[in-house]
């Protein structure tokens, strides 16, 4: 009897036991899942994207500029020139304008929105030749965000072409894009990148005669002072001096072609 009630008390005291080993380890994996640094050892590093730069983030609510319907229509009648572009060209857009007014005599719109890659450039450029038609020059000020998926940029700039047509010549602004807000392994990317492009761009005027490069990164790279002169974060142009700049080469660009 007397072990009987022993054998029962062993076993009663093994069950608790086993309850508070339980009970213990899943109070310890609640602690751990809750833990700061548990969340810490389990933060992604950050994203690179497939080529190193990261990857291009939702852009549609940046800022923009766009000339009216009748401004466009203007310039299309007047054979002006037209401009698409990204952040860059939001910003030295209008004192691009007003160069072409006092050198070329020329009207001038644009169509430019921060953060667009080319494919929605090249859409902009469809839609306006739709609505529109397209005067005889044109100056494509993109391409800067396209480092985040390189391989995308070819499709894009044959189909600017297929829409420009061989009798309109078109002026694009080469890339060179070295970010000093991100890690130096994403800088190195951003200019491997950039070169990837503008590689893009010198194989394409064996396609197109009316394909002109407005050297950009050359400019910059053949005085390397320039990269902190002339850009104030390693892509948007400082103002004026990288503005006047780029702006003065696009002129050029268009006055000896």
């Known amino acids: 009897m007397f072990r009987d009630h022993a054998l029962a008390t062993a076993r009663s005291g093994a069950t608790s036991a086993i309850i508070i080993v339980v009970l213990t380890a899943t109070l310890l994996t609640l ?16 994203a690179t994207g497939g080529y190193g730069s990261g990857t291009l983030g939702p852009w549609q609510a940046n ?21 698409f572009g990204d952040s860059i060209a939001v910003q030295d857009g209008a004192a691009l304008g007003r160069l ?35 005067p005889r020059r044109i100056v494509m000020a993109v391409g800067t965000n396209d480092i985040f998926d390189p391989p995308a940029f070819t499709a894009q700039l044959d189909r600017a072409m297929r829409i420009a047509g061989p ?24 200019q491997r ?22 050297p950009w990164a050359e400019f910059l790279a053949a005085h390397p002072e320039r990269m902190r002169t002339d850009l104030r974060d390693g892509r948007h142009t400082t103002v004026p001096a990288g503005q006047n700049a780029r702006n003065a080469l696009i002129l050029q660009t268009i006055q000896h072609s």
Not at 31 to 42: D, N
């Open 193 to 214: 990148n950039s070169e990837w492009i503008d590689l893009q761009l010198q194989q394409a005027r064996s396609r197109y005669p009316n394909l002109r490069i407005v």
């Open 100 to 134: 072409m007014a006092k050198h070329l005599g020329t009207s001038f719109a644009e169509h430019s929105w921060s953060g667009q890659p080319t494919s929605a450039a090249v859409d902009a450029l469809a839609a306006w030749d739709r609505a529109y038609g397209l």
């Open 167 to 190: 009798d309109r010549t078109v002026y694009w602004v080469n890339v060179q894009v070295s970010r000093i807000d991100v890690p130096a392994s994403m800088q190195d990317a951003d």
């Open 31 to 46: 602690i751990h899942l809750e833990s700061p640094t548990a969340h810490a050892k389990a933060a992604a590093p950050a």
């Open 63 to 83: 800022t923009k500029v766009i000339s009216s319907a009748a401004h466009v229509e203007h310039v299309v009648r007047t054979n002006g020139i037209v401009l």
